[in-house]
């Protein structure tokens, strides 16, 4: 089950990636509909777990609590895992946001919500100026949401990656840390 409670709204909650959810990112990791639009290769089980356990990266799983799930590592069904959101290399250079979300869960503005409390995780914990993050030209919903928050185009890196049969560009965006703050103020 996931770990403890991190950070929530009224809608979802980020809680800590344990090692019973590795089957579940190992899963959706596979599914052509995440992996295709994040440009990443097969992992077997091994893989995810090495990767999940990384230095210089948060990591969390976006989840729909129940009534009953508390702030620890909640009973067996009284959580349902969605997706995950993570941020890499915040410790010791501009972090880059990382974040997927089960097909299902699509288009209820929960991708919204988990990158939004991330951000504000970030920018509590780390003294970075900055966030990033990566989005490939053919994934719109994933651009739509970055600029949705406040995310500056920054540039493009060209044939930056294999995916799906094409080279494909990478769009790079990025925020401050101050328009962050202006835009919780209004």
Same mark, same amino acid.
């Given at each position: ?5 991190? @950070?929530?709204?009224?809608?979802? %909650?980020?809680? +800590? *990636? ?5 089957? /579940? *990112?190992?899963?959706?990791? +596979? @599914? ?8 990443? $290769?097969?992992? %077997? ?6 990767? !999940?356990?990384?230095?210089? #990266?948060?990591? /969390? ?17 009284? &959580? ?16 880059? !946001? &990382? ?5 299902? #869960?699509?288009? @209820? ?18 003294? +970075?100026?900055?966030?990033? #993050?990566?989005?490939? $030209?053919? @994934?719109?919903?994933?651009?739509? !949401?970055?600029?949705?928050?406040? /995310? %500056? ?21 990025? !925020? ?9 103020? #209004?």
């Amino acid at each position: 089950m996931p770990g403890a409670r991190i @950070n929530g709204d009224e809608r979802i %909650t980020l809680r +800590t *990636v344990e090692e019973e959810d590795v089957p /579940f *990112v190992q899963r959706e990791a +596979t @599914n052509p509909e995440i992996r295709y639009p994040m440009g990443k $290769p097969l992992r %077997t089980r091994a893989e995810v777990e090495a990767h !999940l356990e990384e230095e210089h #990266a948060d990591r /969390f799983l976006v989840c729909l609590d129940g009534d009953d799930a508390g702030p620890g590592t909640p009973e067996e069904g009284a &959580v349902r895992r969605i997706g995950c959101v993570g941020v890499e290399d915040a410790d010791w250079k501009r972090p880059e !946001l &990382v974040y997927w979300l089960v097909p299902e #869960a699509h288009g @209820n503005g929960y991708g919204k919500a988990a990158v939004s409390l991330v951000i504000d995780y970030v920018f509590r914990t780390y003294a +970075t100026p900055a966030i990033g #993050a990566g989005a490939y $030209p053919f @994934n719109d919903a994933s651009r739509g !949401l970055l600029e949705s928050l406040g /995310f %500056t185009e920054e540039g493009r890196q060209r044939k930056y990656i294999f995916v799906d049969g094409e080279h494909r560009d990478i769009v790079q965006y990025g !925020l401050l840390r101050e328009e962050w703050r202006e835009r919780k103020r #209004a």
